[in-house]
C-alpha cells in the first residue's frame, strides 16, 4: 500500500467522529433489534455481546436487553444492572436501573436477559408522540471487569416513534469475528434501502443496496492490531427519508490479545499448554495462572508424557519461569500412538492436562517438488571466469564479494560490495567453489579483518536469487563497535522502492527523492514490536531492473529495538545501500552467523502474448474475443469442507468434481440432479453440512454446486486453491503439527477454525502438495495460492532449519519462497506451464516479494480499497509500478475488481483510466458493477485486436511507446493492429488536465465510440475530467 493511499485513509479515520445514533421505530411488531454497545472507556465496541431490543405500542416502551454472564464458575454480580435513560420530547429525563434480581430478568443459556416495559406516563407523556425526538440511551454496567457499555455513542440516541413504517435490524458480526473474519448481517420485514462502510487501512468494504423482506451481508477477514470504523446508514427507498444512522469503532485483538475488558475468573483454574515439535523430537509444556499463587502452593511440579494405554514413555522435572512451570523436553522417537501430557504437584496428579498425537501420513517426507529440474522460463546457470550468469541477471566476484551486479543487461553497482568492521574493511583471503551445477552453485569465500575470521557462504538459485550466509569466527573475545555492509548502487536506476513489515495492505511503496542525501530508512516509519527498526524486505529499482534484499530476522546482528538497520543514501551517481549489522558494541566469543538473500530483477520476463486473458466475472457475461482465466471454488461448490482438508471432497468422493470437469452436462437441471444425488449418497443436506461452515447468505448448497459446474465452464483455464496459512482443528494433522505451523506461540486453538495463522514449512509443503496431485491428475492448468503475506512467526521452536530454537521473531520468508517452487517445480514435473511461465497463481496484493513470485508465473493484485471510492485514489502510481505490472518477477498481471454501492457505476467508470494508462485488462470481478458503458469498452478493445498474435501493445508506462504523452497524471497506451490502424486508450488518475498527444506522424483522430472528429495532424490537446478516459482511433499513420 502506497504512503499516499495510507495518508488518505487515515485522514479519512481522523475526520471521522463517533455520533450518536439515530433511527425510527414503527409501531407493533418487536421494533429494532441493534447488536452491540459500545465501552465509554475505549469508545471501541465492547468485546462483551450485548444486544438491545426496542418496541412500542399504545401503552408504552418495551425494551429487551441481554448480554452474556461469566463462564462458569464466575457468577454475575448484584452489582451488575443495566440501565434505561429516557428523554421524552421536551421533558425531563427518567432513569431506571434494572439489577440481576429483579423479576423481569432471566439467565438462560450463558446469558443474562431482561425485558422491561415502561408506560408513557412512567416515562412523562400520554402517548409516544409520533414524529418528535426522543433522547434514548441503554447501559449495561459490567462489574467484572468494570465496564460501562452504551448502545449510543458518545451520546444517547435520537429516537423518533412511527404509526406506520418499517424496522431494521442490525443481527451482528456472526460466529467468526472473534476469530479472524466478520460476516455482518442486517435484516428487515419490509423493504429498507441499506448503505453501509467499514473504513479500515486493513480491508475496506461497502454495501449498498435494497434489503426486501430479508437480509444482507457483508463479509471479509481482519488483521490484528487494526481499528476498523462501521458506518451504517438505513433509509425508505421510495422516499429516501432516512430511517435511521449508526457508526461505532471496533477491534478484536491487540498484539495477539482481546483488546478490552472480557470476564476475569476471580479463581482461574490451571491450564496446561502442551506444544508438540515433532520435526525437532520437542514438547515445551507450560503450567499457568492468572493467580500465581496457585501455581506456587504446588510445590515441586513434575510433567508426564503417558500414550493411550496410560503408560509413561517420559517423565521431566517443572522449572519455575516468570510464575509459570515449564519444561523443554526431548522426545525419543515415538511411536503412533495418542498422548496426554499431565503435571503432579504435592505427589497428586492434577487435572490441567493437554495432548498431541504422532501419526503417520501419506505426504510425510514425499519431498514434492524438490527434483531438481529447472522450470521454464529458467536457464541453468552458468558459472565460469568469476562469473555466475542466471536468466536475466548475474554476478561478477571481486574484493570481498562481487563488483557488478547484473540486472537485464545493466550493471547496478557504481563499485564492489564491502563489509567493515570497527571501521576495518574485511579483507579477501582466498575463495573455492563448492557445487557448479546447472540448478546451483555454491561459493565460499574466506575473509578476515583483525580479531574475526569470515566464511562467506553464497548459494546462487536457477532464478539468479542469491543467500548469503555470514559464518564469523572471533579469534578470541571480539568486541564489536560496528559493522556495515555496503552495496554502493548506481542512482540512475533506483526511482521506486517497495518494503516489507507492515503487513498486508499496509505495506510502503513509493518514488524516491531524485537529490543527494537519505533516500529511505528501515526505520522511518518503524515496524512494532521487538524487531523495530528492522525490516525483513527491501526492493529498489525502476519499471524495468532493481534489487532487493532481505532477511528473515536480525537474528545475531549487534543491535537493539529501535536501532536502525538499513538505509540508502544517495550522493551523486552513487545510491550507498548499507546494512547495519551492528548498531552497538557487543561482545563475541563463540561462533555466529547471519543469513540474508539478494535478488537482482527483472528475474524473468514475459515473452509469449497473454492478452486474451480475462479473469471470470462471476456472472454468464464474458468480454468478446477473450479466454477466460480462474481460480477453482472449493467449498460446497466443489463438495468440499473444511473439516476434510485441504481441498478434499466429502469422504474423498470426486464423482461430483469429476462430472464437473467432464463438462458435457446439459443444463442447470442436470447440475442440480446430480448435486442432490450425491448429498443423498452422504446424508448431506443445507442444515447438515460442515462443522466449520461459515454463516453465508442463505444460498443453498443446490445452488453453490450448480455455481461451480458453471465456473468450470465459463472458464478456459482452471487453476485450483489453496490457502497457504490455513490449519483446522478438525484436520487429523492439528493433533501432530499445530504447533511446528502455528504463527504464535504454543498450539492454535482447538475451537476454532483459523485461515491465517501458519507458515509453510517443508512438512507444509509437503501437506499442501499432497493434497494438490489430484487436481493436477484431472488436468487443472495449475495451482493458485491465496495470501501470500508478510506475517511473523513468533514461536521460537517452529524453525525446523535451525537446531535448538531461534533467538527472536522472524519472518518465514525462505519457507514461503519454498512453497511457490516446489509447487512450480511439481507443475513442470506434470507438464504443466503456462504461457511459457511456471504454472503457479499467487495472490500477493501489496506483496510483490521477489523471492516468492519468481517461481510464479501470474500475481494477483488489488484486494483493497473495496467499495465506490474512484479508483485512482485507491492504488496510486507508484504502487502500480512496483506491485501491479510483475515486471520485476516476469508474471503476468492479474487484479480483483469491485465497485459496489450507490456509486458503483460511477467508480466502474473510473477503473478504466487505470485499465487504459497501465495495460491491465486482465481483470476478475469481485463484486464489480457491471455497467453497460464499461462492457462496451471491454468489448471494443477486444474485438478491435487486443490480445492477437498480430496486435502490437506498448503500455502507458513503456518507454518504447510512439506515442508521447505531455501530461502530469495521464498515460496512454497504443495498440497497433497489422492494418496500421492504431487505438490509443488515455487514461488520467489525476485532476482535470490538458493532455498533449505526438504521435510518430501525421494521422486521423476519431473518437473510438462516437466516431467525432478530434484532430488532423501529428499533435493535437485534449482536455480530460478528473479520472476522464478517452478511447481514440489513428489511421493514416502507419
Same mark, same amino acid.
Given at each position: 500500500?502506497t504512503?499516499k493511499y495510507?495518508?488518505?485513509?487515515?485522514?479519512?479515520l481522523?475526520?471521522?467522529?463517533?455520533?450518536?445514533?439515530?433511527?425510527?421505530?414503527?409501531?407493533?411488531?418487536k421494533?429494532?433489534?441493534?447488536?452491540?454497545?459500545?465501552?465509554t472507556?475505549?469508545?471501541?465496541?465492547?468485546l462483551?455481546?450485548?444486544?438491545?431490543?426496542v418496541?412500542?405500542?399504545?401503552s408504552?416502551?418495551?425494551?429487551t436487553q441481554?448480554?452474556p454472564?461469566?463462564?462458569a464458575?464466575?457468577?454475575?454480580?448484584?452489582e451488575d444492572?443495566g440501565i434505561?435513560?429516557?428523554?421524552?420530547p421536551?421533558?425531563?429525563?427518567?432513569?431506571f436501573?434494572i439489577?440481576?434480581?429483579?423479576?423481569?430478568g432471566?439467565?438462560p443459556?450463558g446469558?443474562?436477559s431482561w425485558?422491561?416495559?415502561?408506560?408513557?406516563?412512567?416515562?412523562g407523556?400520554?402517548?409516544?408522540e409520533?414524529?418528535?425526538?426522543?433522547k434514548i440511551?441503554?447501559?449495561?454496567?459490567?462489574?467484572?471487569?468494570?465496564?460501562?457499555?452504551?448502545?449510543?455513542?458518545p451520546g444517547?440516541?435520537?429516537?423518533?416513534?412511527?404509526e406506520?413504517g418499517t424496522n431494521?435490524?442490525?443481527?451482528?458480526?456472526?460466529?467468526?469475528?472473534?476469530?479472524?473474519?466478520?460476516?455482518?448481517?442486517?435484516s428487515s420485514?419490509?423493504?429498507?434501502?441499506?448503505?453501509?462502510?467499514?473504513?479500515?487501512?486493513e480491508n475496506?468494504r461497502?454495501?449498498?443496496d435494497?434489503?426486501?423482506?430479508?437480509?444482507?451481508?457483508?463479509r471479509?477477514?481482519m488483521n490484528?492490531n487494526?481499528?476498523?470504523?462501521?458506518?451504517?446508514?438505513?433509509s425508505d427507498?421510495g422516499t429516501?427519508?432516512v430511517?435511521g444512522?449508526?457508526?461505532?469503532?471496533?477491534q478484536?485483538?491487540?498484539?495477539?490479545?482481546?483488546?478490552?475488558?472480557l470476564y476475569?475468573?476471580?479463581?482461574?483454574?490451571?491450564?496446561?499448554?502442551?506444544a508438540?515439535?515433532?520435526?525437532?523430537?520437542?514438547?515445551?509444556?507450560?503450567?499457568?495462572c492468572p493467580?500465581?499463587?496457585?501455581?506456587?502452593?504446588?510445590?515441586?511440579?513434575?510433567?508426564?508424557?503417558?500414550?493411550?494405554?496410560?503408560k509413561?514413555v517420559?517423565?521431566a522435572?517443572?522449572?519455575?519461569t516468570?510464575g509459570n512451570?515449564?519444561a523443554?523436553?526431548?522426545?525419543p522417537?515415538?511411536?503412533e500412538?495418542?498422548?496426554?501430557?499431565?503435571?503432579v504437584?504435592?505427589?497428586?496428579?492434577?487435572?490441567?492436562s493437554?495432548t498431541?498425537?504422532?501419526i503417520?501420513f501419506?505426504?510425510?517426507?514425499q519431498k514434492y517438488?524438490?527434483?531438481?529440474l529447472?522450470?521454464?522460463?529458467?536457464?541453468?546457470?552458468?558459472?565460469?571466469d568469476?562469473?555466475v550468469?542466471a536468466?536475466c541477471t548475474?554476478?561478477e566476484?571481486?574484493g570481498?564479494?562481487w563488483?557488478k551486479?547484473?540486472?537485464?543487461?545493466?550493471?547496478?553497482?557504481r563499485?564492489?560490495?564491502?563489509?567493515?568492521?570497527?571501521?576495518?574493511?574485511?579483507k579477501?583471503?582466498?575463495?573455492?567453489?563448492?557445487?557448479?551445477?546447472?540448478?546451483r552453485?555454491?561459493?565460499?569465500?574466506d575473509?578476515?579483518?583483525?580479531?574475526?575470521?569470515?566464511?562467506?557462504r553464497?548459494?546462487?538459485?536457477?532464478?539468479?536469487m542469491?543467500?548469503?550466509?555470514?559464518?564469523?569466527?572471533?579469534q578470541g573475545?571480539?568486541?564489536i563497535d560496528?559493522?556495515?555492509?555496503e552495496?554502493p548502487?548506481d542512482a540512475k536506476?533506483?526511482k521506486?522502492?517497495?518494503?516489507?513489515?507492515?503487513?498486508?495492505?499496509?505495506n510502503?511503496?513509493?518514488?524516491?527523492p531524485?537529490?543527494?542525501?537519505?533516500?529511505?530508512r528501515?526505520?522511518?516509519?518503524?515496524?512494532?514490536g521487538?524487531?523495530?527498526?528492522?525490516?525483513?524486505?527491501i526492493?529498489?529499482?525502476?519499471i524495468?531492473?532493481?534489487?532487493?534484499?532481505?532477511a528473515e530476522?536480525?537474528?545475531?546482528w549487534?543491535?537493539?529495538?529501535?536501532?536502525?538497520?538499513?538505509?540508502?543514501?544517495?550522493?551523486?551517481d552513487?545510491?550507498l545501500?548499507?546494512?547495519?549489522?551492528?548498531t552497538?558494541?557487543?561482545v563475541?566469543l563463540?561462533?555466529?552467523?547471519i543469513?540474508?538473500?539478494?535478488?537482482?530483477?527483472p528475474?524473468?520476463?514475459?515473452?509469449r502474448?497473454y492478452?486474451?486473458?480475462?479473469?471470470?466475472?462471476f456472472?454468464?457475461?464474458?468480454?468478446d474475443?477473450?479466454?477466460?482465466l480462474?481460480f477453482?471454488?472449493?467449498?460446497?461448490?466443489?463438495t468440499?469442507?473444511?473439516q476434510?482438508g485441504p481441498?478434499?471432497?466429502?469422504e474423498?468422493d470426486?464423482s461430483?468434481?469429476?462430472?464437473?470437469?467432464?463438462?458435457?452436462?446439459?443444463?442447470?437441471?442436470?447440475v442440480?440432479?446430480t448435486?442432490?444425488?450425491?448429498?443423498?449418497?452422504h446424508?448431506?443436506?443445507?442444515?447438515?453440512?460442515?462443522r466449520?461452515?461459515?454463516?453465508?447468505?442463505?444460498?443453498?448448497?443446490?445452488?453453490?454446486?450448480?455455481?461451480?459446474?458453471?465456473?468450470?465452464?465459463?472458464a478456459k483455464?482452471?487453476?485450483?486453491?489453496?490457502?497457504?496459512?490455513a490449519?483446522c482443528?478438525?484436520?487429523?494433522?492439528?493433533e501432530?503439527?499445530?504447533?511446528?505451523?502455528?504463527?504464535?506461540?504454543g498450539?492454535?486453538?482447538?475451537?476454532f477454525?483459523?485461515?491465517?495463522?501458519?507458515h509453510?514449512?517443508?512438512?507444509y509443503i509437503?501437506?499442501?502438495?499432497?493434497h494438490?496431485?489430484p487436481f493436477?491428475d484431472?488436468d487443472y *492448468?495449475? =495451482?493458485?495460492?491465496?495470501?501470500? +503475506? /508478510? @506475517?511473523?512467526? !513468533?514461536?521460537p521452536?517452529?524453525?525446523?532449519? #535451525?537446531?535448538?530454537t531461534r533467538?527472536v521473531?522472524?519472518y518465514?520468508?525462505w519457507?514461503?519462497?519454498?512453497?511457490i517452487k516446489?509447487?512450480?517445480?511439481?507443475?513442470?514435473?506434470?507438464?504443466?506451464?503456462?504461457?511459457?511461465?511456471p504454472a503457479?497463481?499467487?495472490?500477493?496484493?501489496?506483496?510483490?516479494?521477489v523471492?516468492?513470485?519468481s517461481?510464479?508465473?501470474i500475481t494477483?493484485?488489488?484486494?483493497?480499497?473495496?467499495?465506490?471510492?474512484p479508483y485512482?485514489?485507491?492504488?496510486?502510481?507508484?504502487?502500480i509500478?512496483?506491485?501491479?505490472l510483475g515486471?520485476?518477477?516476469?508474471?503476468?498481471?492479474?487484479?480483483?475488481?469491485?465497485?459496489t454501492g450507490s456509486?458503483?457505476?460511477?467508480?466502474?467508470d *473510473?477503473? =478504466?483510466?487505470?485499465?487504459?494508462? +497501465? /495495460? @491491465?485488462?486482465? !481483470?476478475?470481478?469481485?463484486g464489480l458493477t457491471? #455497467?453497460?458503458?464499461?462492457?462496451?469498452?471491454?468489448n471494443f478493445?477486444?474485438?478491435?485486436?487486443?490480445?492477437?498474435d498480430?496486435?502490437?501493445v506498448?503500455p502507458g508506462?513503456?518507454?518504447?511507446?510512439p506515442?508521447k504523452v505531455?501530461a502530469?497524471t495521464?498515460r496512454?497506451?497504443t495498440?497497433?493492429?497489422?492494418?496500421?490502424?492504431?487505438?490509443?486508450?488515455?487514461?488520467n488518475?489525476?485532476?482535470a488536465?490538458k493532455?498533449?498527444l505526438?504521435?510518430?506522424?501525421?494521422?486521423?483522430?476519431?473518437d473510438a465510440?462516437?466516431?467525432?472528429?478530434?484532430?488532423?495532424?501529428?499533435?493535437?490537446?485534449?482536455?480530460?475530467?478528473?479520472?476522464g478516459w478517452k478511447?481514440l482511433?489513428?489511421?493514416?499513420?502507419?
Amino acid at each position: 500500500m502506497t504512503q499516499k493511499y495510507i495518508s488518505c485513509l487515515l485522514s479519512a479515520l481522523l475526520i471521522f467522529s463517533a455520533s450518536a445514533m439515530e433511527l425510527e421505530i414503527a409501531k407493533g411488531g418487536k421494533g429494532t433489534f441493534q447488536y452491540g454497545a459500545v465501552s465509554t472507556a475505549s469508545g471501541l465496541l465492547s468485546l462483551r455481546e450485548v444486544t438491545h431490543q426496542v418496541s412500542f405500542d399504545d401503552s408504552g416502551l418495551t425494551v429487551t436487553q441481554t448480554s452474556p454472564l461469566p463462564p462458569a464458575p464466575m457468577k454475575i454480580t448484584a452489582e451488575d444492572c443495566g440501565i434505561v435513560e429516557v428523554t421524552p420530547p421536551g421533558g425531563k429525563k427518567r432513569s431506571f436501573r434494572i439489577a440481576t434480581g429483579d423479576p423481569c430478568g432471566k439467565m438462560p443459556q450463558g446469558k443474562w436477559s431482561w425485558t422491561k416495559k415502561f408506560t408513557w406516563k412512567e416515562l412523562g407523556t400520554a402517548s409516544a408522540e409520533y414524529g418528535k425526538p426522543w433522547k434514548i440511551q441503554l447501559v449495561r454496567e459490567f462489574r467484572n471487569q468494570t465496564e460501562k457499555a452504551v448502545w449510543s455513542y458518545p451520546g444517547p440516541a435520537s429516537v423518533v416513534f412511527r404509526e406506520k413504517g418499517t424496522n431494521f435490524t442490525f443481527n451482528g458480526f456472526g460466529p467468526r469475528w472473534k476469530q479472524i473474519g466478520y460476516e455482518i448481517t442486517w435484516s428487515s420485514p419490509g423493504r429498507v434501502k441499506v448503505d453501509a462502510e467499514i473504513v479500515s487501512i486493513e480491508n475496506p468494504r461497502s454495501f449498498h443496496d435494497i434489503v426486501n423482506n430479508g437480509s444482507g451481508m457483508l463479509r471479509t477477514i481482519m488483521n490484528n492490531n487494526t481499528e476498523r470504523t462501521m458506518k451504517m446508514q438505513w433509509s425508505d427507498p421510495g422516499t429516501g427519508r432516512v430511517l435511521g444512522k449508526r457508526e461505532f469503532k471496533w477491534q478484536r485483538y491487540r498484539n495477539g490479545t482481546p483488546a478490552g475488558p472480557l470476564y476475569v475468573d476471580p479463581d482461574p483454574p490451571l491450564k496446561l499448554l502442551a506444544a508438540f515439535y515433532p520435526r525437532k523430537k520437542h514438547l515445551n509444556v507450560t503450567l499457568s495462572c492468572p493467580k500465581a499463587e496457585k501455581i506456587a502452593k504446588l510445590g515441586k511440579v513434575s510433567f508426564h508424557i503417558v500414550n493411550e494405554a496410560g503408560k509413561t514413555v517420559v517423565s521431566a522435572p517443572a522449572v519455575r519461569t516468570k510464575g509459570n512451570c515449564t519444561a523443554a523436553i526431548g522426545l525419543p522417537e515415538l511411536p503412533e500412538n495418542k498422548y496426554i501430557v499431565y503435571a503432579v504437584g504435592k505427589g497428586k496428579r492434577l487435572a490441567a492436562s493437554d495432548t498431541f498425537a504422532v501419526i503417520k501420513f501419506p505426504w510425510q517426507d514425499q519431498k514434492y517438488g524438490q527434483s531438481r529440474l529447472i522450470v521454464p522460463p529458467f536457464k541453468p546457470l552458468d558459472c565460469k571466469d568469476g562469473k555466475v550468469q542466471a536468466l536475466c541477471t548475474g554476478y561478477e566476484t571481486g574484493g570481498i564479494l562481487w563488483n557488478k551486479i547484473n540486472a537485464d543487461g545493466r550493471d547496478l553497482l557504481r563499485a564492489p560490495v564491502r563489509l567493515v568492521a570497527n571501521g576495518e574493511e574485511f579483507k579477501f583471503k582466498s575463495s573455492h567453489i563448492v557445487e557448479a551445477a546447472d540448478d546451483r552453485v555454491v561459493i565460499e569465500n574466506d575473509l578476515a579483518v583483525t580479531g574475526l575470521g569470515l566464511t562467506l557462504r553464497q548459494e546462487y538459485d536457477y532464478d539468479g536469487m542469491c543467500k548469503l550466509i555470514f559464518n564469523f569466527v572471533p579469534q578470541g573475545k571480539m568486541k564489536i563497535d560496528a559493522m556495515t555492509l555496503e552495496f554502493p548502487l548506481d542512482a540512475k536506476e533506483l526511482k521506486l522502492f517497495h518494503s516489507l513489515g507492515n503487513g498486508m495492505r499496509r505495506n510502503r511503496c513509493g518514488f524516491l527523492p531524485d537529490a543527494d542525501g537519505t533516500l529511505w530508512r528501515a526505520d522511518q516509519p518503524s515496524v512494532g514490536g521487538a524487531l523495530a527498526g528492522f525490516r525483513p524486505y527491501i526492493w529498489f529499482g525502476g519499471i524495468s531492473r532493481g534489487f532487493c534484499w532481505f532477511a528473515e530476522s536480525d537474528e545475531n546482528w549487534g543491535r537493539s529495538k529501535g536501532d536502525n538497520t538499513l538505509s540508502l543514501v544517495r550522493k551523486g551517481d552513487t545510491a550507498l545501500f548499507s546494512i547495519h549489522l551492528f548498531t552497538r558494541p557487543r561482545v563475541r566469543l563463540q561462533p555466529f552467523s547471519i543469513v540474508m538473500g539478494v535478488q537482482p530483477t527483472p528475474v524473468k520476463k514475459v515473452t509469449r502474448n497473454y492478452r486474451k486473458l480475462t479473469g471470470d466475472f462471476f456472472g454468464s457475461w464474458i468480454p468478446d474475443n477473450s479466454e477466460t482465466l480462474t481460480f477453482c471454488v472449493s467449498g460446497a461448490k466443489a463438495t468440499m469442507r473444511t473439516q476434510d482438508g485441504p481441498n478434499v471432497p466429502v469422504e474423498n468422493d470426486w464423482s461430483y468434481i469429476d462430472f464437473i470437469i467432464r463438462n458435457n452436462w446439459k443444463n442447470r437441471a442436470e447440475v442440480e440432479r446430480t448435486a442432490a444425488a450425491f448429498l443423498e449418497k452422504h446424508g448431506l443436506n443445507d442444515k447438515k453440512w460442515s462443522r466449520w461452515s461459515k454463516s453465508g447468505d442463505g444460498t443453498t448448497l443446490l445452488t453453490r454446486m450448480w455455481q461451480g459446474a458453471r465456473f468450470w465452464r465459463c472458464a478456459k483455464y482452471h487453476f485450483q486453491y489453496f490457502n497457504p496459512r490455513a490449519l483446522c482443528p478438525s484436520w487429523k494433522e492439528f493433533e501432530m503439527y499445530s504447533s511446528q505451523w502455528f504463527l504464535a506461540v504454543g498450539h492454535a486453538e482447538r475451537t476454532f477454525n483459523d485461515e491465517y495463522c501458519c507458515h509453510p514449512d517443508d512438512d507444509y509443503i509437503d501437506f499442501i502438495l499432497h493434497h494438490a496431485l489430484p487436481f493436477l491428475d484431472r488436468d487443472y *492448468t495449475g =495451482l493458485y495460492f491465496d495470501n501470500l +503475506y /508478510d @506475517l511473523v512467526m !513468533q514461536d521460537p521452536w517452529a524453525d525446523i532449519r #535451525t537446531p535448538g530454537t531461534r533467538k527472536v521473531p522472524y519472518y518465514p520468508i525462505w519457507g514461503m519462497r519454498d512453497l511457490i517452487k516446489r509447487a512450480a517445480t511439481l507443475c513442470y514435473e506434470r507438464k504443466r506451464t503456462f504461457f511459457g511461465l511456471p504454472a503457479v497463481m499467487v495472490h500477493m496484493t501489496d506483496c510483490n516479494v521477489v523471492p516468492w513470485n519468481s517461481f510464479a508465473g501470474i500475481t494477483l493484485d488489488w484486494e483493497m480499497g473495496y467499495g465506490d471510492t474512484p479508483y485512482p485514489t485507491r492504488f496510486s502510481d507508484e504502487y502500480i509500478l512496483t506491485h501491479t505490472l510483475g515486471k520485476q518477477t516476469g508474471c503476468l498481471p492479474w487484479v480483483l475488481v469491485n465497485t459496489t454501492g450507490s456509486n458503483g457505476a460511477k467508480a466502474t467508470d *473510473t477503473l =478504466l483510466p487505470l485499465t487504459f494508462g +497501465y /495495460d @491491465l485488462f486482465c !481483470q476478475t470481478g469481485s463484486g464489480l458493477t457491471k #455497467t453497460e458503458r464499461w462492457k462496451k469498452v471491454q468489448n471494443f478493445v477486444r474485438n478491435f485486436g487486443y490480445g492477437e498474435d498480430s496486435t502490437t501493445v506498448w503500455p502507458g508506462w513503456d518507454d518504447r511507446n510512439p506515442v508521447k504523452v505531455k501530461a502530469k497524471t495521464t498515460r496512454c497506451t497504443t495498440i497497433r493492429r497489422q492494418d496500421g490502424t492504431v487505438l490509443l486508450l488515455v487514461g488520467n488518475r489525476g485532476k482535470a488536465e490538458k493532455v498533449t498527444l505526438t504521435l510518430p506522424r501525421a494521422a486521423q483522430v476519431t473518437d473510438a465510440l462516437s466516431k467525432a472528429r478530434i484532430a488532423d495532424g501529428k499533435e493535437f490537446s485534449l482536455d480530460l475530467p478528473q479520472y476522464g478516459w478517452k478511447m481514440l482511433l489513428v489511421k493514416g499513420n502507419k
